[in-house]
């Protein structure tokens, strides 16, 4: 297992352990080569980069956090950031793509069986088998205890109704980890997490929707009718799904940060190389205050934006609450990633807005970070209340 070296005095120390930094020139030269050369095709087709995952799969990019006695690499929510931010940086849908498996295992890893991790991860592992994470539905999106998807006890077994919608790697997905209500009137408490497995009768899936960004990453509607479930694939204890679906965007929501910090970084390195090159009124356009003040602003939103992904991280890795921290993280770095690209874009003037430039899929891949994993409202919202909460202890 790797091991973050991190530790706290006065405060947070960034500082990556010998092992951590070989691990992060390993994502970034698998980006450099394997994904950067390919991102405009896949941008283009909207085909799930199979070849891509299965080299990746290889090196130990993908299945991270699943333990080594299955067959992972056993990685902490830090490894994973770091990771995500260099595969990101090449192509953000390939990397959601890639690294979709590691959310859909989470609830796995906090609350599944030993029988159950034995079942599915060495699949995942192994057969290079895909897992996608069942939540948002039509009509539920940002209100996770909304969901109306069903799951009724019936003998050894539980009957699976509803529809869930922009479920990303469903296409190719064999596994799901699907959130449906035991009890559709306990509220946050009616609700519970189970495996359900793509073969099962009465589990099918849409064609890929259509979407402005992250093409590689398709999504699809995946719908459940009288599908029955084993009672031994219920992940955890009945009604714990909603407090689960909590605890893993706490661990998943970091590794998102860092991504979106990916895409910011690129923005920025592009913006910086075509500014320094291109000319006006006789001198490169980096020359003038208005377009070099946009690039330093560029380079603060990442570094700022690294620092609280990996901050997130790290209280996960310590085992400590990171709630606020993650939401932070997801706000500030989704936001960076859209600001950054859209200043791209503006630097590169009328190119910036052909195909033919790479920021122009920049800035449609970062849109969907302020969107998924939780809207930047809604973790403005965590963080308000995460605020009164701190003021409450304070009183007390």
């Known amino acids: 297992m790797l091991h973050d070296t991190m530790a706290e005095s006065t405060g ?67 490894e994973e950031c770091l990771v995500a931010e260099e595969l990101a940086y090449a192509c953000s849908g390939i990397q959601t793509a890639l690294m979709l498996n590691q959310l859909a295992v989470l609830p796995l890893l906090l609350a599944g069986s030993d029988e159950q991790k034995k079942r599915y991860f060495p699949r995942l592992v192994d057969e290079g088998k895909i897992m996608s994470y ?122 998102v940060a860092a991504a979106a910090t990916g895409v910011a970084r690129r923005a920025l390195d592009e913006a910086v190389k075509y500014a320094g090159e291109r000319t006006a009124f006789g001198q490169p356009i980096a020359q003038f205050q208005g377009v070099g003040f946009m690039l330093a602003d560029m380079r603060i939103r990442v570094e700022a934006a690294r620092a609280l992904a990996w901050k997130a991280a790290w209280l996960a890795d310590q085992g400590r609450r990171n709630t606020l921290e993650a939401a932070i993280a997801k706000a500030f770095c989704a936001d960076a990633a859209m600001q950054n690209t859209l200043d791209a874009v503006q630097v590169f003037g009328g190119n910036g807005y052909s195909r033919e430039y790479p920021v122009e899929k920049l800035m449609r891949d970062a849109k969907i970070y302020q969107i998924y994993e939780g809207t930047t409202q809604i973790q403005k919202a965590i963080i308000v209340r995460e605020l009164y909460r701190d003021a409450r202890r304070g009183s007390q």
Request: charged share 25%; glycine share 8%; hydrophobic share 40%.
């Open 12 to 78: 947070l120390q960034l500082e990556l352990s010998e092992e951590m930094r070989m691990l992060q020139e390993l994502a970034r030269d698998f980006a450099r080569k394997e994904i950067l050369p390919r991102a405009d095709e896949y941008d283009r087709s909207g085909e799930w980069p199979w070849d891509i995952f299965h080299k990746a799969r290889e090196v130990g990019l993908v299945n991270m956090n699943i333990p080594e006695e299955y067959g992972g690499l056993g990685a902490n929510v830090l």
């Open 134 to 255: 069942c939540m948002t539905e039509p009509d539920a999106g940002s209100d996770v205890a909304g969901i109306k998807t069903t799951a009724t006890r019936k003998g050894d077994s539980y009957i699976l109704n509803g529809a869930k919608t922009w479920i990303t790697d469903a296409p190719v997905a064999s596994f799901f980890t699907v959130f449906a209500k035991t009890d559709p009137e306990g509220g946050h408490k009616g609700m519970s997490c189970f495996i359900v497995e793509r073969d099962y009768p009465g589990v099918s899936v849409s064609k890929p929707l259509e979407k402005m960004g992250q093409h590689a990453a398709q999504a699809a509607m995946v719908f459940f009718e009288e599908v029955e479930v084993p009672a031994s694939n219920l992940v955890g204890r009945e009604g714990d799904g909603f407090m689960l679906a909590m605890q893993v965007f706490d661990r998943s929501r970091p590794p």
